[in-house]
C-alpha cells in the first residue's frame, strides 16, 4: 500500500471575472476553497471585517477550474491496482483525467474512490476538477422539482447536499464555498482493507462481546490477522491466522466484567482508547495493507420509562448503568471556512481548543447541529479522549426537504459513508434525522399525522419523512449499533415535537415564540431540552476586529454592528429583554457588557432550575439541556457562549458554575394572599423561598449549608443559618421552602420591600467552599445600587491571579485589561462581603483590572 497526496493545484474562474483575468492560473494548496485561496492572494477583503460579505457573493454564482499535474513514476505505475481517492468536493464537479471525465459528484459530505489505473500514464498526468455554482445548479434543480418552504438561507438550498449554512443563518453569513475541500491522493496497493466494522455488545452485567468484520477491495488468497490492544500498547486478544471467505472475514472475541476497562463520559469514570489493528497478507506472506482503528467499550442507552409522578416518559443517556445529566453545548461549524489540515484554518489543535474548552467548562455533552458538516475525524477522536458524548444530526436543517429519487440516492450514499465513518467512536451516542424539520412541517401545517407509522410519505406535501422514518434507521441500524431518533426535537407517542413530557424539545420561548421571561425556565422545562439560548455580544476586541478601524461605526445600532448580527428582530429582542432587567447605557463598551450580563443570566437560570429537575431514578423530570450555541462561524453577535475567536463569553463562566460537581441554588416568588376574596384592597405579600443542592457524583456527600442574608443599604445587618445537609448522588436535593425573618410581609405594593440578597454556599468537612450562589431581587432594574460598594482587587505577586472582596454585596462584575485578553477562570461573578474570591488570571502579567458590574452604570 502506498499513498501519493495531490494538494498542488492551481485555480482560475472560467471566463475570467473578479477574482482572476480569463486563463490566469493562481497556485493553491489543498485541501482548499476558492474564498481562502483568493485571500491568501490578496484578491478579495476579508468578508469577516465590515461588510465586505457583500463583497464576495460573486464567487459561490461562479465556476471555478482547480487542476494539477502529477508525476507517475515507472515503479509506481506497476502496482496492480491504483485508486484516485477525493475525500470531499464541495460540491457540483465534473471530473476529468488526461482528458477522459472520470466523475461526476454532487454531494459535498462524501468521498469517492475510483480505480484510474488505465486512465493513467508513465510520467505527466493531468487532472482537472471543473466545479460548477452550487448557489446556480440548485436553482436548476429547484425549476426542475419545485420550490419548498423552510427556514434560512435560499430554498434551493433544500435540494443541494452541501452545508446548508453556507446559505446564511440567523447567526452567519452567506459564504457560499467550492472547491476540493478535503484530501486528495492516490493510493496504490495490490490488495487493501477496504471496510473494518467493529462492534462491541456491553451487556447489562458487564460482559463484552466484541465482533469484527473485515472486507478486502480484492477476492485474492491470503489470511489476516488481528490484534486488540489496550491504552497502555499491550495486546489483549488476536487472531493471527483468518482465512478472507469471499473477499470478508469475521472475528469475535469475549470478555467478562472487570477483563477491559470501560469508557465513561467526563466527570463520570476514565476514557480508555484501545485500538484494533489490522493487517491483510497474501499468500506468501507479504503484509499488503494495516489498518488501525481506536475503540472504547461502553454500554450507551437512551431510556425512555415512564416516571413516578409526572405524566410521559423520560429521556436520558445511560452509560454502563449510570444515568447521566447532559449538560452541553450545541455545536454549529466553526469557521465558514472549514478545511482540515495542519496549516489551515480548522486545525486538529483549533479543534482541541474549542473542545477543551467545553470540558473545562464542565460540559459533557455536544451536539452536531444538522445545518452544517458530519465533522472532521479529529473531532470525534478528541470528544473520545475527553469523555464529551456527541448528538449526532444528520445533515438536514429547518426546511421541506424533497424525497425524489435521484435525491434519495444521494442521501443514502451519504448516510451509508458517515455512518461507517463515525461508527466506532465511543463517544457517539446518538443519531438524529434531523434538526427542525418536523417543526416545519407543524409549523405550515403540512401532511403531518404522527399516528401514521406505515405509510410511504413520498406522495405527500412532507415527503422527507421517507428519509427520517425509512431510510435513516435502516441504514444506522445496518451499519452501527447506535441509537437512531427521528429528529431533533422530537416526542414520539403520536404528540407534537412541542411536547414537553416527551422526548427532546427545543424551547424557544425565549428570545423566539412568546418570549417569555426567563424566570419561567422552571415551567418552560422539558425531558431533555436540546436548544435554548439568549444573545450576547462578543468580547469588544472581537466587535473591534469586525468594525475594522471605522470608529464612527463604533456604536450599537451602526450599520456594520447590525450586518455582524442576522437574528430575525434582533434589536427589539434584545432590548426586550435588557429593559425588563437592567438600566443600561448605549455606549459600546457598556452596551456589550449589558447584553453579555443578561446572557450570562438568562442561562445560569436556565441550567439551575433545570438541573434541580434531575432528582433521582423515576424523577428524571430534565435529563439534559444543550444551550444554543458553544461557538461562532464568524466575528459576529449570537447566542454562542463563546466568540469565533475562542474567547469565552461571561455566560459560560456562569454556565460552568451550575455544572459543577456540587451546586446550590435558591429561588424566590412573591405570594399574595387576600382575606377576603371580595375585597382586593386587604391582602399580605409573602416572600417564599426554596433551597436545593446538587450533586453529580455517584456517592452521597455531607456538607454544611450556609445561608445568608445581606440587606444591599444596611452593611450592619447580619441575619441566616446553616444546616446539616446529605446530598444524595447523582440528583438534586430539596433543602429548604418557606418564608425568611429578613422579609417581613407586606400589606401594599406601594411598600417597597427591602433589598435583601440571600446567599447560600456548601461546605465540606474542612470548609471548603464546594459551591456558591447569591439570589438577588429581580428585575434589578428597579434596585438602587450603592455607588460604593467597598470594592478591593487585590494582584498576587506573581501578577497571574487576583482577589476580589466588597463590604457590600455586588452583581455580574466582569474583569478586563487594557491590550492583549487575559484567560480568566471566572466571569459575570457575584461577590458577597466576607466570600473573597480569587480569579485566576493567566496573561495578567500585573497589569492593572477593569472591572464592570451591575449598577456603575452599564447595567
Known sequence: MKKIPLDNWVFTQVGGGKGTKKDEYLPATGPTTVHVELLRAKRIPDPFVGLHEHDVQWIGESDWIFKQIFILSEDNAKFSNIDLVFDGLDTFAAITLNGAQILETANQFVGHRLNVKSTLKTGENELVLNFGSAFKKGRDIEKQHGKLNLWNGDSSRLHVRKAQYNYGWDWGPILMTVGPWKPVYLELYKNRISDLDIRNDVSKDLNVKMTVEMSFAKNTPGQASLALKAPDGTIVASDRNIRPNKGQTRATFSFSQGELQLWYPVGYGTQPIYSVEADLFDEDGTLLDSKTQTIGFRRTLIVQEKLLDQPGLSFFFEVN???????????????????????????????????????????NMIRVWGGGIYEADSFYDICDEL????????????????????????VKDEAEYNVKRL???????????????????????????????????????????????????????RLSDIHYHRSSPYSGQGKASTDRTLGDLHQWNVWHGSQE??????????????????????????????????????????????????????????????????????????????????????????????RRNWAGRGKEYTAGALVWQLNDCWPTTSWSIADYFLR??????????????????????????????????????????????????????????????????????????????????????????????????????????????????????NGTVLARYSNWPEPYKFIDFPKDAGFSAEISADGESVKLSSKRPMKGIVLDVEGEDVKWSDQAIDLIPGDDQVIHAVGLKGRGVQVRYVGDGAA
Open 423 to 477: 461508527r466506532h467512536h465511543p463517544s457517539l451516542s446518538i443519531f438524529a434525522g434531523n434538526n427542525e424539520d418536523y417543526q416545519v412541517a407543524e409549523s405550515m401545517h403540512l401532511e403531518l399525522d404522527y399516528s401514521d407509522e406505515t405509510s410511504d410519505f413520498r406522495k405527500t406535501n412532507f415527503p422527507a419523512r421517507y428519509i427520517y422514518e425509512r431510510v435513516l434507521p435502516e441504514i444506522v441500524g
Open 648 to 765: 469565552p463569553k461571561p455566560a459560560y463562566f456562569s454556565i460552568a458554575r451550575e455544572l459543577r460537581l456540587y451546586t446550590v441554588g435558591i429561588t424566590r416568588k412573591e405570594v399574595t394572599t387576600f382575606a377576603d376574596e371580595r375585597s382586593a384592597a386587604d391582602f399580605t405579600i409573602d416572600t417564599l423561598f426554596e433551597v436545593w443542592g446538587t450533586n453529580s457524583t455517584l456517592a452521597a456527600k455531607n456538607v454544611t449549608l450556609e445561608v445568608l442574608y445581606h440587606d444591599l443599604h444596611d452593611p450592619t445587618f447580619k441575619d441566616g443559618w446553616t444546616k446539616a445537609v446529605n446530598l444524595s448522588p447523582n440528583s438534586s436535593t430539596e433543602i429548604f421552602k418557606g418564608s425568611v425573618n429578613a422579609l417581613p410581609p407586606r400589606t401594599t405594593k406601594s411598600q417597597v420591600p427591602k433589598i435583601i440578597v440571600v446567599s447560600a454556599r456548601l461546605l465540606d468537612e
Open 517 to 610: 421571561p426567563w424566570t419561567n425556565w422552571d415551567i418552560l422545562a422539558g425531558r431533555f431540552v436540546s436548544e435554548f439560548g439568549m444573545e450576547g455580544y462578543p468580547n469588544i476586541r472581537t466587535v473591534d476586529y469586525w468594525l475594522g478601524g471605522e470608529t464612527k461605526e463604533r456604536f450599537p445600532q451602526s450599520r456594520i454592528n447590525n450586518s455582524h448580527n442576522k437574528a430575525d428582530g434582533f434589536e427589539r429582542r434584545l432590548e426586550l429583554y435588557l429593559v425588563e432587567n437592567f438600566k443600561h447605557s448605549f455606549e459600546m463598551e457598556s452596551y456589550v457588557y449589558a447584553t453579555q450580563i443578561m446572557q450570562a443570566e438568562c442561562l445560569a437560570s436556565a441550567y439551575r432550575l433545570w
Open 321 to 363: 448503568n449510570v444515568p447521566i445529566f447532559a449538560g452541553g453545548s450545541n455545536w454549529i461549524p466553526s469557521d465558514s471556512f472549514v478545511l482540515i489540515r495542519m496549516d489551515r484554518r480548522m486545525t486538529p489543535d483549533r479543534y482541541r481548543d474549542w473542545l477543551k474548552l467545553l470540558v473545562d467548562g464542565n460540559q
Open 387 to 410: 469523555g464529551i458524548l456527541v448528538w449526532q444530526d444528520f445533515m438536514f436543517g429547518c426546511g421541506q426537504y424533497p424525497a425524489y429519487d435521484s435525491f434519495l440516492a444521494l
